[in-house]
């Protein structure tokens, strides 16, 4: 069995640091009404992850702390398909492009799929648990992953 998938935009990067979504030409009919919603989800296509990565089952991230992790139950960039997710809040539409607040992915990143944030369909349902390694990587070192490409995320971790 083997998928087609094709992008529908790109990420793009002002001058400024500030980064927009750039829809192709054939999908901005697609946009009609996306600007009623205050947040959008993003898929995107991971695509600086090299092939031989893509075959990555685990990795043990750099902190002492933290365990040897199977790809899955981690949001590390390189797995066996490298789809990126993420909300983004969306602050304007311009015609093709949407003015959003930040996203983590890099210049140039295709993007996949855009659905607007619905909070009785995609937030969680019940309590959320996270491990305690989670827990403390994000109150320690959250605010360092803002803007790394993904040459920087790979030295955080050893591939198994």
């Known amino acids: 069995m083997s998928f087609k998938v094709k992008p529908i935009g790109f990420v793009r ?3 400024s640091g500030k980064k927009y979504i750039e829809v192709l030409e054939e999908y901005e009919e697609a946009l009609e009404k996306i600007e009623c919603f205050s947040h959008v989800i993003v898929l ?3 695509n600086k992850v090299p092939e031989d990565l893509r075959k990555t089952l685990r990795i043990k991230p750099k902190f002492e702390w933290a365990p040897e992790l199977g790809i899955f139950a981690t949001r590390f960039p390189a797995r066996p398909n490298p789809i990126g997710i ?4 969306l602050l304007s539409r311009r ?3 949407l003015l959003i607040d930040d996203i983590d992915a890099e210049d140039g990143t ?3 799929d855009l659905k607007p ?3 009785l369909f995609d937030k969680p349902k019940g309590r959320v648990i996270l491990p305690r390694w989670v827990l403390r990587h994000i109150k320690e070192h959250h605010h360092e992953h803002d803007d790394l ?3 920087e995320i790979l030295k955080m971790v050893e591939i198994r």
């Open 13 to 15: 990067k002002l001058e």
């Open 95 to 97: 015609g093709r492009m």
């Open 86 to 89: 993420t909300t983004v809040k």
């Open 117 to 119: 944030y619905i909070p």
């Open 149 to 151: 490409s993904f040459e």
């Open 110 to 112: 295709p993007i996949l």
């Open 44 to 46: 995107y296509w991971l």
